[in-house]
């Protein structure tokens, strides 16, 4: 049991407002733990960052990345291409820090320039060595995680389901409704949550009834990209709600795929956006870097 184990949101105590899940300070503290492990190593861990092109969002995240690796005292090597390189190019950087024994962890940011078709990204993503894989988006690292083997898993799930345990430490039976399926998110959120012997639904776009199926929850995990899109009456008293949604508004502010106000309360906890599961991405990609890095200490 958690200290928050004992929050709940009941009808007897409708005007009560659901805590709201601190991301921020959950990654401080993972980053302080991963600075501390990392002081007794040989060598720091070592991450590669891979950007192409010139996509300001992308700069944004590999900005915080690379940051991030500051305060964690994780090595970090930006390998920046220009917008106009060709597969070839990327597959050639990849190939060489594969090979470099010094870097254990290899994240080429997302998406590529649209010179890049999917099937090319898709090729380039598999090219990554399972072992250096810290976004989890190799086949061999989702198969790991679907075989309930130790491997890579998505960054964002992962914290996503650290915040739903600093609520709720034993998931065991519970209902969890996750709004989307894709493989970088949805897919990899079931299987964690399902390997939490909770009860999943997945829903997607071809979902019918998707109100009444999120007011049977326990857990709804909220993952699609429309602003404000699950509503307060979807919500069943007491349930934990995790947003992932990040969509820049017309006023230039961030929200989420739930509509906080609405749904604050009626919920036990709740993620803000910003603030929540975004800096727990960041944080447990940290955690993959040292992962990766003791993964190599075991199978050089
Ligand atoms: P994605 O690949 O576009 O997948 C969106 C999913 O939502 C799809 O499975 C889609 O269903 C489903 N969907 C679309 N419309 C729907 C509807 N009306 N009802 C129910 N489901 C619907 O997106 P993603 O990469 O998973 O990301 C989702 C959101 O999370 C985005 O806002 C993204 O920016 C955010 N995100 C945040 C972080 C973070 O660090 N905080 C990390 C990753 C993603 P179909 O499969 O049927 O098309």
């Not at 990654?27 to 590669?48: G, T």
């Not at 898993?153 to 650290?162: E, M, V």
């Not at 929850?217 to 009456?233: H, T």
């Given at each position: 049991m958690t200290p928050h184990d004992s929050i709940s949101n009941t009808e007897d105590s409708p005007l009560c407002q659901a805590h709201i899940i601190d991301g921020r300070?959950?990654?401080?503290?993972?980053?302080?733990?991963?600075?501390?492990?990392?002081?007794?190593?040989?060598?720091?861990?070592?991450?590669?960052?891979i950007l192409v092109g010139d996509n300001p969002a992308s700069h944004v995240y590999v900005g915080q990345k690379i940051k991030a690796c500051a305060a964690s005292g994780i090595k970090s090597v930006e390998c920046r291409m220009d917008?106009?390189?060709?597969?070839?190019?990327?597959?050639?950087?990849?190939?060489?820090?594969?090979?470099?024994?010094?870097?254990?962890?290899?994240l080429m940011q997302l998406p590529l320039p649209s010179g890049i078709s999917e099937a090319e990204q898709s090729a380039l993503i598999e090219l990554i060595h399972p072992q250096k894989d810290v976004d989890g988006l190799t086949t061999a690292n989702i198969g790991k995680l679907m075989a309930g083997q130790r491997g890579l898993?998505?960054?964002?799930?992962?914290?996503?389901?650290?915040l739903i345990k600093t609520v709720q430490s034993d998931l065991t039976g519970l209902h969890a409704v996750v709004i989307g399926r894709s493989l970088l998110f949805g897919k990899p959120m079931g299987q964690l949550?399902?390997?939490?012997n909770a009860t999943v639904t997945m829903a997607h776009s071809k979902t019918r009834d998707l109100d009444k199926i999120c007011a049977q929850?326990?857990?709804?995990?909220?993952?699609?990209?429309?602003?404000?899109?699950?509503?307060?009456?979807w919500i069943k008293s007491g349930a934990i709600v995790i947003d992932v949604g990040i969509n820049r508004l017309d006023n230039g502010k961030l929200c989420g795929d739930v509509d906080f106000d609405a749904v604050r309360p009626i919920a036990r906890a709740i993620t803000p956006v910003p603030g929540g599961v975004g800096p727990m991405t960041i944080a447990y990609l940290?955690?993959?870097?040292?992962?990766?890095?003791?993964?190599?200490?075991?199978?050089p």
């Open positions: 300070a959950e990654s401080v503290r993972i980053l302080d733990q991963i600075a501390q492990n990392i002081k007794s190593r040989e060598r720091p861990p070592c991450l590669a960052v917008e106009a390189s060709r597969f070839q190019d990327i597959y050639a950087v990849i190939n060489r820090l594969n090979q470099d024994p010094n870097v254990d962890g290899i898993i998505p960054c964002t799930p992962q914290g996503a389901l650290h949550l399902l390997s939490e929850a326990d857990i709804v995990v909220a993952a699609v990209g429309r602003p404000r899109m699950v509503k307060g009456d940290m955690a993959n870097t040292l992962k990766a890095y003791e993964l190599r200490l075991l199978n």
